[in-house]
């Protein structure tokens, strides 16, 4: 074990003053805490404690990861999340005096710092917050360990893939469906186009499956003999259509989805086929008038990624990518980007909050990192002065006109979200009614705009004759939105720009300083003994503090969490040489996190 040494950084007083649990508890109370916790190493693939085994201890993890497993059902073990540096583990344990629930392994050497249960119960009793902050943590942790089991459970269903009129060119689809499956054991391919399969082999097949393998069933209608067969039993559907080709759908197929809709684990997802040649989908909000589609997926016939893409969807196994709002440090977001493909790690769904959400709507246009710095740099490029004195305006809704900024959007990004090559979405905050907004249709530019508008500097969007704010204040890094769309076990990452807001700096000004005083300060007239924050940064930490705590739950339920060091940047005006250093650090930082191949 390559032995851990507690760095400044790994200091257990910092820890602990940045912990949720402890975060209410005074400087002097946290000293005096500290001195009940002892330090614990842990080497790679070793275990924490096991399922089962006696609860005696807590612990806070300074440095390294560990993973959390549970075994259930046939002692079938199964990974339901991991804890990362920061994080406590073992409360539930401590507070119930229970056998241990789930069994922590070492994903790499670890340093810990270990609290006795006796311990923890006194101080709970010192400090209530400190068991009601522990108990909000366990009962999520314990919702998404019922959920993934419960998912468990559900995932031993059947899949319908059918096309929506006669003149699809389904067959190719098929053929290319079957190749890329040939060698997931998961999947099972019952097809119309395989006259191997009769009556007697099917049922023997459906009875034989094993409880991981999920059988599709490719029909060319719903009036052949294999629809007639598996139509009652199914529970997720895929309608496939031509995307070059004028949207049509069969009505009976429509009826037969508003007949059955309650039997579906989910909504009916939409394939849309292309040529080739094509260059951008068009036509896809058409599809929507008739049937509410979860998802609908882009796949051209020639291109082996949107195959593979599909088919990670259909497993329950898409990679979705969440980017944080940050400023003109999102370009830090395009370095992480250009890490994951350097992986080979797949961005089947992107999406995100404030300039998240607009870096996540440069990448989903083309699948092209260099096209998405280009694009986004313009965008920069083209909003700069946005927030200046040059587009101050009359305060009704803001500070400044945000005119460069809006115009900038308008030329980049006219275009619908549905005709976007990969899923996507961006979150707003709706002012109406106090709650975040989910984008996934729509015209792109108003719906990010409405995620970027910042409070008195960025008028606010209206969409639907009501207002709409920066996504951020609500919801800065919206893992929570990426796994309803992706399911329990898909993989998440998200990129954080705003990791650690701590400002070590000291500032010295008084609470009152009249306008005079400070213009004479700035003409030089008069000497300046003090210490300002920037305002424009100040402000902008300011308002995210308010969605910092589900920034860092939401961090917790991905599958992998990355905060890039950035406090040195400015949120914005990042100049051109600021923003080359941005995506260099982002793409450093994320693939010192990636693993040496992609799974």
Wanted: hydrophobic share 40%; aromatic share 8%.
């Amino acid at each position: 074990m390559q032995h851990l040494k507690t760095k400044p950084e790994h200091d257990l007083l910092s820890i602990l003053k940045k912990n949720k649990l402890f975060s209410s508890v005074y400087h002097e109370k946290i000293e005096k805490m500290a001195l009940l916790f002892k330090e614990r190493m842990l080497a790679k693939g070793d275990f924490l404690f096991k399922q089962g085994e006696s609860s005696l201890s807590l612990f806070l993890l300074a440095d390294g990861k560990l993973s959390a497993s549970i075994t259930h059902d046939h002692q079938e073990e199964k990974i339901v999340g991991h804890i990362e540096s920061g994080e406590m583990v073992g409360e539930l344990g401590a507070l119930s005096g229970e056998p241990r629930s789930l069994t922590v392994t070492a994903v790499k050497d670890c340093l810990l710092f270990e609290l006795s249960n006796k311990d923890f119960i006194v101080l709970c009793h010192q400090h209530p917050d400190i068991m009601f902050s522990a108990l909000r943590t366990i009962l999520a942790r314990s919702q998404k360990i019922l959920y993934m089991i419960q998912n468990d459970k559900q995932t031993n269903h059947y899949i319908a893939i059918i096309p929506t009129n006669a003149q699809v060119p389904f067959k190719p689809f098929c053929e290319g469906i079957i190749k890329y499956t040939a060698k997931i054991n998961s999947l099972i391919i019952i097809s119309d186009f395989d006259d191997t399969w009769d009556e007697e082999k099917i049922r023997a097949t459906e009875k034989n499956k094993k409880s991981s393998q999920r059988i599709i069933y490719l029909l060319q209608s719903l009036e052949t003999p294999l629809a007639k067969l598996c139509l009652k039993k199914i529970s997720v559907l895929y309608l496939v259509a031509d995307g070059a080709s004028e949207p049509h759908i069969e009505s009976n197929i429509i009826d037969y989805i508003q007949q059955h809709v309650d039997y579906f684990l989910t909504p009916p997802a939409l394939v849309l086929l292309y040529p080739p040649n094509t260059n951008k989908p068009r036509h896809t909000a058409r599809y929507f008038s008739d049937i509410t589609f979860r998802l609908h997926h882009h796949l051209k016939m020639d291109v082996p990624m949107h195959y593979q893409r599909l088919i990670r969807f259909i497993r329950g196994t898409a990679v979705g990518v969440v980017l944080g709002g940050g400023g003109t440090r999102g370009f830090a977001h395009i370095g992480a980007i250009k890490a994951l493909r350097e992986k080979k790690i797949p961005i089947d769904m992107i999406g995100g909050a404030s300039v998240g959400a607009i870096v996540a709507g440069c990448y989903a246009m083309n699948e092209s990192v260099e096209d998405t710095y280009h694009l986004f740099h313009h965008i920069v490029e083209a909003a700069r002065g946005s927030i200046s004195w040059k587009s101050i305006t009359w305060p009704y809704i803001s500070l400044f006109d945000a005119k460069k900024f809006t115009e900038a959007l308008q030329n980049t990004f006219d275009l619908l979200i549905e005709d976007l090559w990969i899923p996507y979405f961006c979150v707003s905050s709706n002012i109406a009614n106090d709650t975040e907004a989910v984008h996934q249709t729509g015209v792109l530019w108003e719906k990010m705009r409405a995620s970027a508008a910042v409070p008195g500097i960025i008028p606010p969007m209206i969409l639907d004759g009501e207002l709409h704010l920066d996504g951020g204040l609500l919801n800065n890094l919206p893992v929570d939105i990426m796994r309803e769309f992706l399911g329990d076990k898909a993989r998440i990452i998200a990129i954080e720009l705003n990791g650690s807001l701590e400002d070590k700096r000291k500032y010295i000004f008084p609470p009152i300083l009249t306008l005079k005083e400070t213009i004479l300060m700035k003409l030089h007239l008069r000497p300046n003994p003090y210490k300002f924050p920037r305002f424009i940064d100040n402000f902008l930490r300011g308002l995210m503090i308010g969605s910092s705590a589900k920034t860092r739950q939401n961090g917790l339920a991905a599958t992998l969490l990355i905060n890039l060091t950035l406090n040195k940047f400015r949120l914005l005006h990042a100049s051109m040489k600021q923003a080359e250093k941005l995506t260099e650090i982002g793409y450093h930082e994320t693939l010192s996190r990636l693993p040496d191949r992609s799974s």
